[in-house]
């Protein structure tokens, strides 16, 4: 399947299902007691909200940020429960939550206030506290009559949920403060709990709780700090290529990109690559951040340009020819996780930014394909 969100760019972004598929399974491995709600916001991360379903079967319900991901979800024929993490913004939105039986989480006075002085027992919902992120959620210490209120419009609460500040920082005792603040929450019922994000979910077995939250593990990059994404076990599913444009000898002393900030220490040759800023590429990464060409890595000099890099190559024996496919990431040694640490970011800037060419194909479905093609032609 082949889609694109920048059609006439030269990126190909090649996405693998079975690696989400993998990773799914790796998440459930780490939280064997809890329920999976797969985070497929931004698109499932620039993977394609659709088009990666297919991998995510065996997760229980979806989570998406906005209403319009969530209706697309549904309109797209997906029929397991889909969490909004922004809720509704106005009362129009939240009727649209009932007839498209979304579960929107209640993180918001103004979202309690629509709901007063209605009775909606078909709307279900999550609600969620702000323990210590200071970003959304309700207080703790108003559980008790946040209760009363939704009790009173007849609303059904799927769960109480909160979200970790710190959460790739396993040693930030940040971490534990949210997690008491959790527990403290006076909920004057039984209530399914959230708490976990990739990063948690890994590291934490006392933050699993009743349902946990992957999103960037999914994928195939690295939520914790200070680790890689092999130890992990994990595969990444994007694999970023864009295509050789230019071949070109340089004089030592010569100068290389806008600002010229690379100086060629000897001569060398250099291939110019077609993709650059323009496409998601992340402009502030150094000189000396790797691409691949084949098994082989070669280093970026110069600035990134809108619609083209620059790379060594003088270390090849034989030099590529044009149009070959240079991988920006995704190749087992070159995750994203290692140019969004040279570019000062998190994996999920990248992998969320890069537009291009999107192709999806299940390795698993090609590889058996493979056999069968191969047993055929044994016999
Ligand atoms: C509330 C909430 N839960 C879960 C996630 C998934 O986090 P991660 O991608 O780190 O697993 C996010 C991501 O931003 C989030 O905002």
Not at 104 to 111: C, F, L, N, T
Not at 240 to 265: E, K
Not at 267 to 291: H, I, L, W
Request: aromatic letters at 6%; one cysteine or more.
């Amino acid at each position: 399947m082949t889609n694109s969100d920048r059609p006439n760019r030269n990126v190909n972004l090649r996405i693998d299902l079975a690696s989400i598929r993998h990773n799914l399974n790796c998440a459930k491995k780490f939280a064997p007691n809890s329920k999976i709600i797969a985070v497929v916001k931004a698109d499932a991360y620039g993977h394609g909200m659709i088009n990666v379903l297919p991998a995510l079967q065996k997760a229980d319900a979806f989570t998406v940020a906005t209403l319009e991901e969530g209706a697309a979800l549904r309109r797209s024929g997906e029929s397991k429960p889909i969490m909004v993490l922004q809720g509704f913004r106005s009362e129009n939105q939240l009727y649209d939550c009932v007839t498209l039986d979304l579960w929107p989480v209640i993180h918001e006075r103004s979202q309690l206030e629509m709901i007063a002085n209605k009775s909606i027992s078909n709307l279900s919902c999550w609600v969620k506290f702000d323990t210590g992120m200071g970003r959304t959620g309700l207080r703790v210490s108003n559980a008790g009559s946040v209760h009363r209120r939704l009790t009173a419009s007849s609303v059904n609460v799927v769960g109480i949920m909160s979200h970790l500040a710190n959460a790739p920082n396993v040693e930030d005792l940040a971490n534990d403060r949210q997690l008491r603040e959790f527990n403290s929450i006076k909920w004057p019922e039984p209530v399914s709990r959230s708490l976990a994000n990739s990063a948690t979910l890994i590291s934490r077995r006392d933050m699993q709780f009743d349902w946990v939250r992957p999103g960037i593990m999914l994928y195939g990059a690295c939520p914790l700090e200070n680790t890689d994404v092999a130890s992990l076990g994990l595969q990444p599913a994007m694999r970023a290529t864009a295509p050789v444009i230019a071949i070109r000898n340089l004089a030592r002393g010569q100068r290389i990109g806008y600002g010229g900030r690379y100086q060629c220490a000897s001569d060398m040759k250099v291939a110019v690559v077609g993709a650059g800023y323009g496409d998601g590429y992340p402009r502030s990464v150094p000189d000396g951040t790797a691409v691949m060409l084949g098994n082989q890595r070669c280093p970026i000099v110069g600035q990134i340009s809108m619609d083209s890099m620059i790379v060594d190559i003088s270390s090849l024996t034989v030099p590529p020819p044009i149009d070959y496919p240079v991988t920006l990431w995704g190749h087992s040694q070159l995750p994203v996780d290692e140019i969004a640490a040279l570019a000062g970011t998190i994996p999920y800037e990248p992998l969320c930014g890069i537009r291009g060419q999107r192709h999806w194909i299940d390795a698993t479905t090609e590889r058996n394909v493979r056999k069968i093609v191969e047993d055929l032609s044994t016999h």
